[in-house]
């Protein structure tokens, strides 16, 4: 992917980030990914009285994915308050993954990275494929 897109990629985070709603830990965050249709889609974190019930900027892009009609996310970038890139946390890799194109490459603090770098040996729905060769779903 050409520097230009890595660029657009990066202010569109930019500008998600500044509209993070992060009044408790003041971290703002601004995701935005590429889809293998060419669509744009991003998102910021939520915080919430209920600390625990927070949804971070990974969430509301996959939101947006889902919604504006889906596809595979080929290219991500996720930046914090001073616009540096930050790194997604293990719960919004397992999100993201669900939706990553195999050679989607995240832009880590560490450089690009591929969602097998970030999340080897993920759960996958293949995981649970040995249920529907069964006919109960009980434990073989
Ligand atoms: N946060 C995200 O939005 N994405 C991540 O992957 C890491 C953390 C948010 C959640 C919370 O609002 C704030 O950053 C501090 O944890």
Known sequence: ???ATWEA???LAMQAMECAYAPYSRFK???AALVDDGRFVSGCNVENAGYGVALCAECGLVS???RTGGGRLVAFVCVDGRGEPCSPCGRCR??????AHPSMLLAMPSGLKTIDEV???RFTS???DW???TTSGDRP
Not at 94 to 99: A, C, F, G, K, M
């Open 1 to 3: 992917m050409d520097t």
């Open 119 to 121: 999340l080897p040996d």
């Open 64 to 66: 947006e994915l889902v």
């Open 94 to 99: 397992q999100v993201l993954s669900e939706h």
């Open 29 to 31: 965050v601004g995701a």
């Open 126 to 128: 293949a995981d649970m």
């Open 131 to 133: 249920v529907s060769a």
């Open 9 to 11: 990629l990066r202010e």
